[in-house]
């Protein structure tokens, strides 16, 4: 088993910045990827970024430019970093980690962005 567990969410105004963790642990050899989503209140889940187990990185259209997603080097914990922030991507960010052929997910932490 995996688990997956974010944090560094909070409540932060429209320009400012966040970071996230993830870090997973348990049986993660084999990890391939792990991914970052969020859940505005009342949508649908949106894909917002992806690093490989090479270190490439994929971001969703709405936050390129805005938010860079690193690891450090045990490459089970992944950071996103969130800049000039906007009302619209206050979520419940979660964290997934793609092992062997298994999905997991975190519980998600709350960013919030008021105006």
């Known amino acids: 088993q995996v688990q997956v567990v974010e944090s560094g969410g909070g409540l932060v105004q429209a320009g400012g910045s966040l970071r996230l963790s993830c870090a997973a642990s348990g049986r993660t050899f084999g990890t391939n990827a792990m991914g970052w989503y969020r859940q505005a209140p009342g949508k649908e889940r949106e894909w917002v970024a992806t690093?490989?187990?090479?270190?490439?990185?994929n971001y969703a259209e709405t936050v390129k430019g805005r938010v860079t997603m690193s690891r450090v080097n045990d490459k089970n914990t992944v950071f996103l970093q969130m800049n000039s922030l906007k009302t619209a991507d206050t979520a419940v960010y979660s964290c997934?980690?793609?092992?062997?052929?298994?999905?997991?997910w975190g519980k998600g932490t709350q960013a919030t962005v008021s105006s």
């Open positions: 690093m490989t187990s090479d270190s490439n990185t």
């Open positions: 997934n980690s793609y092992v062997t052929t298994s999905l997991y």
